[in-house]
């Protein structure tokens, strides 16, 4: 099953820096592991109507479960309505990746963003795993766009 990022109100990072490099601001991005931090980060964004970024690690994802994870970053999106930020700038982002096939897996549920880490390998095996992931990522998007 394929859920795009879109379907879920959330925003990529490409828009979101764009804005960010005109306005000469920055973007804070947060880790989160359970619904309390969450909560915390939405509604200081939502306060100030500040784009965020929802950092979820390999471990955070296997903890909270990949379809919980979807369901919590669609929830965060319309409680930022609720508080009234009426277009929240949200993405959620795979943070240090080490597969391709982790990577697949967040894009397939509705990841807006993720990063692979092939620092582990051997150079060429790191640019051959990043350009997978990045053409996987580029033909889902493009698909949804």
């Known amino acids: ?3 795009s990022f879109k379907d879920l109100g959330l925003v990529n990072t490409r828009e979101m820096f764009a804005k960010a490099v005109k306005g000469g601001y920055a973007i804070p991005a947060f880790n989160f592991n359970n619904m309390e931090q ?4 939405i509604q200081a964004s939502a306060e100030t109507k500040s784009p965020v970024i929802l950092q979820v690690s390999k471990g955070a994802r296997n903890y909270a479960n990949q ?3 979807r369901y919590m970053a669609q929830g965060a999106v319309e409680y930022a309505k609720e508080l009234g930020w009426k277009k ?3 993405v959620l982002h795979l943070d240090h990746g080490d597969s391709y096939e982790l990577c697949k897996s967040c894009v397939d549920f509705g990841f807006s963003s993720v990063m692979i880490d092939g620092s582990s390998l051997p150079y060429e095996e790191n640019v051959a795993l990043t350009r997978k992931v990045v053409n996987y990522f ?3 998007t493009l698909y949804q766009a």
């Open 1 to 3: 099953m394929k859920v």
């Open 38 to 41: 969450l909560q915390a980060i």
């Open 67 to 69: 379809t919980l994870l």
């Open 88 to 90: 929240p700038q949200i």
């Open 138 to 140: 580029r033909g889902f």
